[in-house]
Structure formats: C-alpha cells, structure tokens
C-alpha cells in the first residue's frame, strides 16, 4: 500500500474520492483518504489470493496454526455463514446450540440446512447458557451422528464460557462429522500460550475468528481457518466465503489485519496475551473486594477477556447506567450481569478508571438499590422455551406469510428471525412453532408467520 500511494501520480480508477478529501469537513483524517485503496497492481485479489494477501492468510493460519486461513472482511458472520454453505454439500441436518449466534441462521436460511437443536448447560443464577458438556455432545451424537453433515459449538461464549472442544472434537472425529467452532470472542487464545487451549489446538475442522473483539483489527474483519486434519475441503469453503465478501474490499480494513499479525507474531503475541491475562487477574481481585458484585466463574474453563458481573438484588441494567454515568462503557447486559471486555487494546489507566467508578458506587450503592426494581424475570429463573422446529428456516422464509400482532402469531411458524445484538441469540427462529412465551421475553410487537 505504502508503494502504490508513493508511486502513484494520478488515479483514474475507483474509489471515485481519488485519495483526496470530499471537502474539509470530514471526520476521516487526509491519510486515510490516501489509503483507501482497492486491488490494485501489487495489491492482490481477496477472493483468489496469490500475493500479499496470501501471504497474509499463510502468516495467520502460522499463528493459529491452521491447515488453511482465509481472510474475512464481513467478520466472522461471514465466515460461520460460509461454513454453513460449505456443510449443506454433506447432509441436511445440522447440531446447532440454542445460544448460536445469529449468523448461524442466516447460514442455515441461505443454505437450507435444518438445525437439530442441543443444549449447552443452562445457568439459572446468571439466566445464560454456559459451556458444552462433551457427555450431552455425545447424547446427540449417539442418536444422530450419521446423518450429520456438522455440529457447532461457540467456545468461548459471549459471556467467555470455555468448552472442553478437544473432548468434543474427539467424539465428532469417533462419529465422521465435522466440528465447526464459533471461536469469534477468542481469537486472542494463541497456541502455546498462557491463554486456555485454542479451538483449533483441540482439534475443530473450521474455526471462525472475530479479529475485532479482543484483537486489535479494525471492526468486520475476521477469519475461517480449516484444522490440521480438517475434513473440509479448503476450495469448497473459500468459494462459499466468495459469495459472501464484497468485490471491492477495503484495503485499510486488510492493513489492520496485517496490523494485527505484527503485534501477534513471535514474542509481542506471548507478551501481549500475558498482560491481558494479568489485567483480567488484577480486575476479577478488585471485583470480589466489593461484597455487593459477583463474577461470574463457571465451572468449566472461562476465558480471561470476558468478565461477566452482577450487582446483588439488582437488575444488571442498573450497574450498566452507573458505569456509563461515570464514562465507563460495558459490553452489554447479559442475563443478570453486566460484560466487561478487555482487549489488546486494555490499559492500566482503563483499570483505574474503572477501580475509581466502583469506589464511587460504593457511597451511591444504597440509594441504587433502592431505586432498583427488580423484575419478575430476574426473581422467576426465566429460561429459553425449547425450540420445536417444523420447517427448515429456508423453507419457512420461502414461504408465503402474514405478518401478525405478536398474541396472534402464537402457535404459528415463524417466518423471521428475532435474535436481538448482543448478544445475537436466536429468540425466535423461522421454522419454529411460536411459543407463548414470546410475549413475556421477546418484546417484539408483530412477528412474520408462514400461511400453513
Ligand atoms: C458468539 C458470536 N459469534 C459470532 C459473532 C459475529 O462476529 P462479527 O461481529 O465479527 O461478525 C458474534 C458477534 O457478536 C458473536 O457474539
């Protein structure tokens, strides 16, 4: 990028801004104008690389060590989308887990699979799922391994729940069906490193990486890798990933990756992923001096980047507004908690702001608590209803529907999707009959529904 912006004295190609400022209002600094670029001579083609994006992909699949890495500049969306496509040429059912994120079904919509839906364990004190115990993978495996063409995992979960993949990606080997793990909020646990075991370390076939969660790329990049042994078929895969990407793709989103790689590398990335891990130490220390919050630890493995916490007898929307009103910006409300995210980008003075918002909580905490109500979910250990799946989500969005007032749509098949970010869980999925439920947890006001 560097060469051609040097080398280059008049452009008459794309974008349409030259390299030059549209006029001197922007919010956008001048370099960045300059460093728009698109695939140039020199600059490679993101759908068949052969040149420094190659070169990229072959750095990152290095690191994680991978068999294979393919660049994403539509996040990991794109790449669990694209491993969807890639496993509706083996089968037509797939193990999906109810707190799959969103691009899942949309995977599942584009491709036509139909989802056998598991469970991961169900945490009622934090009203959220936890990891994959590898005994109920193994429950399901037994009774549907052979007609699978895959089964998911998200490992760790949005709340940072670590599951035993290398367990689990034993039994799918044992059954002949690909693991595909939803590794997007760990894409920092680096092989050989003081972070818990990797996705691909333990074994999974495809593993899609957030690089803009806890990394330090730009936000939508990402990216699929294949394991050492994967039974997927790199070229299948990178053509699914094609349908999928933009043709124009932005080359200041693909630096940040190179960005990212040069910070990861060698030493920096043992060194940095060290330093995340002390400053999540010192946080979760600072947390349990306070005996009105609690943080969260499953039983399982949790992952360092991701603290989930929850102020006693309050709705964690409370803690969150306290925060925000203090300058310190959470993640989201989760369950009952309230998501800290740490990242490369963390420092010491992040810690110390936030250390010095709970001090002032704790002289505002009585009043908080008053004014707290806490709601009948937070008291009645709400849980997901079941899912009961009588379409296919392709064939329900393909069908003729109505759009309905939510009490109405009760019992009908849904025909969309609702699976509101953050986290991007699936409330309702289309296919699936509408529980009553609907009217209690989703507040949805109409819901499209399939004329049966
Ligand atoms: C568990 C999980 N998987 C996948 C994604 C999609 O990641 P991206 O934003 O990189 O497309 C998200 C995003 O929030 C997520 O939480």
């Known amino acids: 990028m560097a060469r051609h912006i040097a080398f280059e004295s008049a452009s008459f190609h794309t974008p349409g801004h030259k390299g030059r400022l549209g006029d001197n209002s922007s919010a956008i600094p001048t370099e960045t104008w300059r460093q728009d670029l698109t695939e140039l001579p020199g600059l490679d083609e993101l759908s068949s690389p052969t040149g420094v994006l190659a070169d990229l992909e072959s750095r990152a699949a290095c690191l994680w060590q991978a068999s294979e890495t393919m660049l994403s500049l539509n996040g990991a969306s794109a790449g669990l989308v694209a491993a969807m496509f890639t496993l509706a040429a083996r089968g037509s059912t797939v193990l999906v887990p109810r707190n ?9 919509i584009l491709s036509g699979l139909f989802p056998v839906w598991y469970e991961s364990v169900w945490d009622d004190d934090w009203g959220i799922w936890g990891p994959v115990l590898a005994t109920s993978a193994e429950r399901v495996l037994t009774r549907c391994g052979g007609e699978l063409a895959g089964v998911v995992v998200v490992s760790p ?23 595909i793990v939803d590794e997007a909020h760990g894409a920092h646990l680096l092989p050989n490193s003081v972070m818990p075991c990797s996705a691909l370390s333990a074994g999974a076939d495809i ?11 730009l936000t939508q990049t990402g990216l699929v890798h294949l394991g050492k042994n994967s039974s997927i078929e790199p070229h299948a895969l990178r053509a699914a990933l094609n349908l999928l990407q933009t043709s124009s793709p932005s080359y200041i989103l693909l ?79 989760l369950g009952k908690g309230t998501l800290l995210m740490l990242g490369l980008g963390t420092t010491m003075s992040d810690l110390n702001t936030l250390q010095s918002a709970l001090a002032t909580l704790r002289s505002h905490l009585n009043q908080l608590l008053d004014e707290s109500v806490v709601s009948a979910r937070l008291h009645a250990g709400w849980r997901p209803p079941e899912v009961i799946q009588i379409l296919s989500p392709r064939q329900a969005v393909m069908m003729p ?26 409330l309702i999925v289309p296919g699936q009959r509408v529980p009553e439920e609907i009217l209690k947890f989703a507040s949805v006001q109409k819901l499209k529904v399939v004329i049966e």
Request: charged share 15%; proline share 7%.
């Open 255 to 333: 630096s940040s990756i190179e960005q990212t790689l040069n910070t990861l590398e060698g030493h920096k990335g043992q060194a940095a992923v060290e330093q995340l891990l002390c400053y999540s130490t010192d946080l979760i220390d600072t947390l349990k001096t306070f005996p009105e919050l609690v943080v969260y630890q499953p039983r399982d493995q949790i992952d360092p980047a991701h603290i989930l916490v929850k102020l006693r007898q309050a709705e964690p929307q409370v803690f969150y507004d306290f925060l925000t009103s203090q300058g310190v910006f959470p993640e989201a409300t």
């Open 157 to 179: 979960t949005y709340a940072g729940a670590i599951s035993d993949i290398a367990a689990i990606a034993h039994l799918c080997k044992f059954h002949g069906v690909p693991l």
């Open 401 to 426: 529907q109505e759009v309905l007032p939510a009490h109405r749509a009760v019992s009908r098949v849904a025909a969309e999707l609702i699976a509101p970010c953050p986290p991007g869980i699936p």
């Open 207 to 217: 593993v899609v990486h957030s690089l803009h969660k806890t990394l330090t790329a």
């Open 100 to 108: 799959a994120h969103r691009s899942v079904i949309h995977g599942l």
